[in-house]
């Protein structure tokens, strides 16, 4: 079996090696090299140097709009495209071009959280479990059938680079699977999409990452979690810019302002909110690395309480 296989980030990295497991991967599509780190020097995508390490050919087009990209990806004669996180939308005449058509690994039970950003909006929003599904694409943003897929249940205190390293081993598993059925000549049974229940995962931006102090504690809680690596939750307190790597809601006397310091110590720094508290326990300074909110307040002693 000839697989094409299309992803960029390191979520798909497991994917591209179960890929290489069970067929051949003729080629690998990835974006284009990007400026990254301090040097701003161009970087290749993780999938990019998993696939050169393993020696697969490596197509890096702008788009899949045009004939000469279609022509390119018909001359590979793919059985099967696996498409995991890849970033550019695929026409409906390259959907057509592969035999078995185009499979695509989603980081989400759908049809909730189709879109960017499934892992962080889950958490966010406060869900019990997600999952993984195995789609056969359509020309709609993540409204294919599914073939397969797997739930699993979110930590209480899980964070959104946690959960994506483990959605990113249960896709592989849920795509070997799949690859494994099709390899017997066993073709997945596709599941429509129930037309209830769709939601979408809005793409993340650092704007979103800021938290709002009159919103309730427990909300901005998972949003610390859910921001966790990346935008990472930021506040202003006590007139320094701080960003928020871990925090819990906790219980608090009603009626304080927003904002407040209500205490701060070995625990961590309480501050009120719409309801109850924040308590920040991991936070870091501008130019600095992360740190407990102990060790900060050895450097704020005006704010420590107890």
């Not at 798909?12 to 974006?31: D, F, H, I, M």
């Not at 950003?117 to 294919?144: F, S």
């Not at 699977?177 to 769709?198: K, T």
């Not at 938290?211 to 990472?232: C, E, H, I, M, T």
Request: aromatic share 4%; proline share 7%; charged share 25%.
């Amino acid at each position: 079996m000839r697989i094409v296989f299309a992803g960029t980030p390191e979520f798909a990295v497991p994917s591209l090696r179960a890929a290489c497991g069970k067929a051949e991967v003729v080629a690998v599509y990835t974006q284009p090299d990007r400026p990254a780190g301090r040097g701003r020097g161009l970087q290749a995508s993780p999938v990019k140097q998993e696939a050169l390490a393993r020696g697969i050919p490596v197509l890096q087009p702008e788009t899949l709009k045009s004939q000469v990209s279609r022509d390119a990806l018909r001359a590979l004669r793919p059985d099967l495209m696996v498409v995991v996180a890849y970033g550019l939308l695929l026409p409906q005449k390259v959907l057509d071009i592969p035999d078995e058509g185009c499979w695509n690994v989603h980081a989400s039970l759908l049809p909730r959280w189709r879109g960017a950003a499934p892992i962080q909006r889950a958490i966010e929003a406060g869900d019990a479990e997600t999952g993984v599904c195995l789609m056969k694409m359509e020309k709609g943003l993540d409204t294919g059938p599914v073939l397969l897929s797997q739930s699993l249940a979110i930590g209480e205190h899980e964070t959104g680079g946690q959960l994506h390293d483990r959605l990113a081993e249960l896709g592989a598993q849920v795509l070997s699977d799949g690859l494994g059925l099709l390899r017997a000549g066993i073709r997945p049974v596709p599941r429509p999409q129930p037309v209830a229940g769709v939601t979408y995962a809005h793409k993340l931006d650092k704007a979103q990452a800021r938290l709002d102090w009159s919103q309730p504690a427990a909300v901005l809680a998972r949003k610390v979690r859910a921001f966790n690596p990346w935008p990472v939750a930021e506040v202003v307190l006590a007139g320094e810019r701080l960003r928020i790597h871990g925090a819990v809601a906790v219980d608090a006397p009603a009626g304080a302002q927003p904002g407040t310091v209500l205490a701060a110590g070995r625990d961590g720094i309480d501050v009120a909110c719409g309801e109850g508290a924040l308590r920040i326990r991991v936070l870091q300074r501008d130019g600095g690395k992360a740190i407990t909110a102990a060790d900060w307040l050895n450097a704020r002693r005006d704010l420590a309480t107890r």
